[in-house]
């Protein structure tokens, strides 16, 4: 049986602070709404990972990296606009 | 009873291992500190900040981390190669870690809100525990701006870097671009968050010549030299300032005498040159010049002296043809390991690669007696500030290795003149032999005076001297000629003179 999940994201942020808490909600939020069921996020501390952070040569936090479907692509931000996120992983349809 | 003087806290420096900059620096870099290194493209920035991690490694086996934004590891690693540091190798043995943030060609990046450079941060604070390192340079700063968008996080976040490093009693670099040599001290404001200490570096074209210089243009709370110092760059040692007035005139003064390979010459200097000084001698082509410089090399040879010859105007072939036409033999010389002959065409390389060079040989083969034939010739290939500093920089390392070291400078003019290196060296030589054509009733003779001898008396006469298969043979002074020095002789009736 063929897994349901389409969307493969990571999110790299720095520790625990309001302000990451938030963009992890904000995030959240436009997932659920746009892909229901159908994504995975891994949520990964840079300060507890720096070794992955390393490999996939993060600098800004908070970094979105669209794994599949192809195109890979990085967003970096807050995600406070819904518009520009998904515009930022190719998914706006006009 | 001794009073307790309280001690102010210092700035402490490390020193930095690059050759000349820790003389200009007053001993290297403020410790703990961000040090901006800014130049334009190709001013030797990112050898800069590489070669103080590879001399912090080589020195003192101090571990460093390389954070690159422009360049990826593996062409810094290839591109130093040829400078004999092994990046790799240091990796291996946990002295180097680069924390690789280069541009990804492949992907996009899109902003969407607000961000920081937190990852950036963790990242450096992971490879600084990871190896214990105590220095690291950030190259460059420019590319950091390229990637993102909004310039003020980026400002503040590399000041956010530059203090924590402080905390962590990381000694670093940031290098940064500048547009112009002469103008704001790097782009994107980047100096006002660093700017505690900045260094310049310039790579100037000054008449059709390139020219390097380092410039320290502020250290806050601590001390350093002021001014532009050359630097080159040199294969298999890097980055290698010439410092001036960082020199210090300590040479001691000598008593001893040795022979300028000339009795004659000997008996008019008060019986010789001394040991450790510079003598200059000046005069047209074909005055003999380089016969003094034989007979001085000869002269050192016949006391079992290591003679070392830089010939700037002439080839091997032609030097020892026209010593064996002197009844002098520099192949038997040679052969014994009492002389070394250097030629080299001036244009074959800057100045500032030729006095290295130079310092090289002469460090490596510990001579008693230099002759550099001519120095004139190197004014060819110089600024006549960058040919200044090169004299004054080569005569004070000869004076530093306390051996006797003979200048040639050819005269611009056949009768009489100066040369600029005349005016560059005359103070700084401690003899001055004047060699000078005198023309006399339709013939051309020649004409010899010591003008200045340092530190004894010396013979003021102007004499006649020809030269033949067995060298320079001193004469009669011109007793009844006066003006050879202005290069216009005239006959004046003898008793006239002596009255």
Redesign the interface.
């Known amino acids: 049986m063929e897994s349901k999940t389409q969307y493969h994201l990571k999110l790299f942020v720095v520790g625990s602070s309001p302000r990451t808490e938030q963009a992890i909600a904000s995030l959240k939020r436009i997932c659920e709404d746009e892909f229901p069921g159908c994504y995975e996020l891994v949520v990964i501390d840079v300060l507890s990972q720096p070794a992955l952070a390393e490999e996939m040569k993060i600098l800004a936090t908070p970094t979105l990296i669209k794994e599949r479907p192809l195109p890979a692509r990085r967003i970096i931000g807050d995600f406070s606009d819904k518009e520009s996120v998904l515009a930022g992983m190719g998914l706006l349809v006009r | 009873m001794f009073t307790h003087i309280p001690n102010y806290p210092q700035i402490e420096k490390i020193e930095t291992g690059i050759k000349g900059f820790d003389l200009i620096s007053n001993g290297g870099l403020p410790k703990g500190r961000t040090t901006l290194v800014s130049g334009t493209a190709g001013s030797a920035k990112t050898l800069f900040a590489v070669q103080f991690l590879a001399e912090g490694i080589q020195r003192s086996g101090d571990a460093g981390i390389f954070v690159t934004f422009e360049e990826e590891p593996a062409d810094i690693r290839r591109n130093v190669k040829s400078l004999g540091w092994d990046i790799e190798a240091w990796e291996e043995a946990g002295k180097w870690l680069f924390?690789?943030?280069?541009p990804?060609p492949g992907?996009?990046?899109?902003?969407?809100?607000?961000?920081?450079?937190?990852?950036?941060?963790?990242?450096i604070?992971?490879?600084v525990s990871r190896i214990g390192a105590t220095r690291l340079s950030m190259d460059s700063l420019g590319a950091v701006f390229a990637?993102?968008r909004d310039g003020a996080i980026v400002r503040s976040e590399l000041f956010r870097i530059s203090s924590i490093l402080r905390q962590l009693k990381v000694t670093s670099i940031m290098t940064s671009e500048r547009t112009q040599e002469y103008g704001e001290i790097a782009r994107f404001g980047v100096e006002e968050f660093v700017a505690d200490n900045v260094v310049i570096l310039r790579n100037v074209l000054d008449d059709e010549k390139r020219r390097r210089t380092m410039e320290i243009l502020k250290y806050r709370g601590t001390s350093h030299q002021k001014g532009e110092f050359p630097f080159t760059v040199v294969s298999g040692r890097g980055i290698l300032a010439i410092p001036l007035s960082a020199m210090e005139l300590k040479q001691k003064s000598s008593n001893v005498r040795i022979s300028s390979g000339n009795d004659a010459l000997d008996s008019m200097c008060g019986g010789g040159f001394f040991r450790d000084s510079i003598i200059l001698a000046s005069g047209a082509t074909g005055t003999g010049k380089t016969l003094i410089t034989t007979e001085f090399l000869n002269g050192g040879a016949k006391h079992g002296e290591r003679c070392l010859l830089f010939a700037f105007e002439e080839s091997r072939e032609q030097l020892f043809r026209n010593a064996d036409g002197w009844g002098i033999d520099f192949e038997a010389m040679e052969a014994s390991g009492l002389l070394k002959v250097v030629c080299a065409y001036p244009e074959a390389a800057s100045l500032e690669d030729h006095l290295i060079e130079m310092k090289d040989i002469i460090e490596h083969f510990k001579p008693h007696r230099i002759a550099v034939d001519s120095l004139s010739a190197m004014e060819r290939v110089a600024t006549p500030k960058g040919f200044r500093e090169f004299v004054i920089s080569l005569t004070s390392f000869i004076k530093h290795q306390e051996v006797a070291g003979l200048f040639t400078s050819t005269t611009p003019t056949l009768l009489g003149g100066t040369s600029v290196t005349e005016s560059h060296i005359s103070t700084l030589t401690d003899s001055i032999i004047l060699l000078r054509y005198v023309e006399m009733n339709g013939s051309m003779r020649r004409g010899l005076t010591v003008l200045k001898m340092r530190g004894s008396t010396h013979d003021k006469d102007i004499l006649e001297f020809n030269i033949d298969g067995s060298g320079m043979h001193l004469g009669n002074p011109f007793r009844d000629v006066t003006g050879i020095l202005a290069g216009n002789p005239r006959e004046t009736p003898y008793d006239f003179h002596s009255l």
């Open positions: 924390v690789d943030a280069s990804d992907e996009e990046q899109i902003e969407s809100g607000r961000y920081d450079l937190g990852a950036l941060l963790a990242r604070e992971y490879a990637q993102f």
